[in-house]
């Protein structure tokens, strides 16, 4: 995915938006964005993930049926498919999805990543559906309403979305017993702010990384075990999400690495964290 703008400006200023205009998106902005997501995108574990711009139909009045009354005005969703469900598939689910939203937000338009409450059901319908195919998570995309709504604040308020954990609680030096300071992140440390900042799930924020020399491993803080057929699909979204926003941002800083499954990683058991993915700078 290509930005215009710098990916630290727009990960800033993206949040969630639940009550759109009752106005069409511009016909050029609409032509980018359909642009951006013509071909399918590719996450760190290869799953090609085709994107959709859907229409409500007639049949379906408003976004607010669709969304269990979370998002208000939206005539336009942003739709992805997987093939099938597994733990790789929504991670990169995860991983492209977020490009998505930020190309959005560079457009100035409001975006939601909703992973629960949407009706899968509807949206099987208009998009024709297949076999083993997933929506793991949609978006309403649009223009905001100028006053954030009534919805939008009492929904903030109660998942307190306009907040992040301190870095203490993500970032780690070798090991999860000692954190990692601003100062010893160095040149990593605005992307890992930028980490920080990821949308996630109720606000719950699972990733936790940890820098050893050139290496940044990933994990997700959970007691459920990750197995092909059974694991928390949105937590795998959120560290989707996460990796998203390291990876656009040490490429637009220019430094070069790459994405390693380190076997070793995944036999250290820890009740908490499961091993997801290791960066390594060249
Ligand atoms: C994977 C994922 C699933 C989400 N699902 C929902 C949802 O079903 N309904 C909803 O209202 N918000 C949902 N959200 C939005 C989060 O509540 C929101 O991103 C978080 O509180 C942080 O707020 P911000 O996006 O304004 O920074 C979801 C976010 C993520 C990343």
């Given at each position: 995915?290509?930005?215009?703008?710098?990916?630290?400006?727009?990960?800033?200023?993206?949040?969630?938006?639940?009550?759109?205009?009752?106005?069409?998106?511009?016909?050029?902005?609409?032509?980018?964005?359909?642009?951006?997501i013509k071909k399918p995108l590719k996450g760190?574990f290869n799953t090609e993930i085709k994107y959709k711009l859907v229409?409500?139909?007639?049949?379906?009045?408003?976004?607010?049926?669709?969304?269990?009354?979370?998002?208000?005005?939206?005539?336009?969703f942003l739709v992805g498919v997987i093939p099938q469900a597994t733990?790789e598939t929504v991670i990169d689910y995860g991983y492209t999805f977020?490009q998505v939203?930020?190309?959005?937000?560079?457009?100035?338009?409001?975006?939601?990543w909703l992973g629960?409450?949407f009706r899968n059901d509807y949206l099987a319908k208009v998009i024709e559906l297949k076999n083993d195919e997933i929506i793991p998570a949609i978006s309403?995309?649009?223009?905001?309403?100028?006053?954030?709504?009534?919805?939008?604040?009492?929904?903030?308020?109660?998942?307190?979305?306009?907040?992040?954990?301190?870095?203490?609680?993500?970032?780690?030096?070798?090991?999860?017993?000692?954190?990692?300071?601003?100062?010893?992140?160095?040149?990593?440390?605005?992307?890992?702010?930028?980490?920080?900042?990821?949308?996630?799930?109720?606000?719950?924020?699972?990733?936790?990384?940890?820098?050893?020399?050139?290496?940044?491993?990933?994990?997700?803080?959970?007691?459920?075990?990750?197995?092909?057929?059974?694991?928390?699909k949105?937590?795998l979204l959120?560290?989707g999400?996460?990796?998203?926003?390291?990876?656009?941002?040490?490429?637009?800083?220019?430094?070069?690495?790459?994405?390693?499954?380190?076997?070793?990683?995944?036999?250290?058991?820890?009740?908490?964290?499961?091993?997801?993915?290791?960066?390594?700078?060249?």
């Open positions: 995915m290509k930005f215009q703008e710098s990916v630290f400006n727009i990960i800033r200023k993206r949040s969630s938006c639940r009550k759109y205009q009752n106005v069409p998106i511009k016909k050029q902005t609409l032509r980018i964005l359909e642009h951006a760190l229409k409500l139909p007639d049949e379906i009045p408003d976004s607010n049926k669709l969304t269990y009354r979370m998002v208000r005005g939206a005539k336009m733990p977020e939203i930020l190309k959005a937000t560079e457009l100035d338009l409001g975006t939601c629960q409450t309403p995309v649009g223009y905001p309403t100028n006053t954030t709504g009534i919805r939008d604040s009492i929904i903030s308020l109660a998942i307190r979305s306009k907040r992040r954990k301190s870095w203490k609680h993500f970032f780690f030096q070798k090991d999860f017993f000692h954190t990692l300071s601003r100062e010893a992140a160095g040149k990593f440390s605005e992307t890992l702010e930028m980490v920080r900042w990821a949308p996630s799930s109720r606000n719950s924020q699972p990733w936790r990384i940890i820098k050893d020399e050139k290496m940044f491993h990933f994990y997700i803080e959970t007691t459920e075990k990750i197995t092909p057929t059974k694991f928390p949105l937590k959120d560290i999400i996460a990796l998203c926003h390291f990876d656009l941002c040490v490429q637009e800083q220019n430094i070069k690495g790459s994405w390693q499954k380190i076997a070793e990683k995944e036999n250290e058991k820890s009740h908490l964290k499961r091993y997801i993915i290791s960066w390594i700078e060249k």
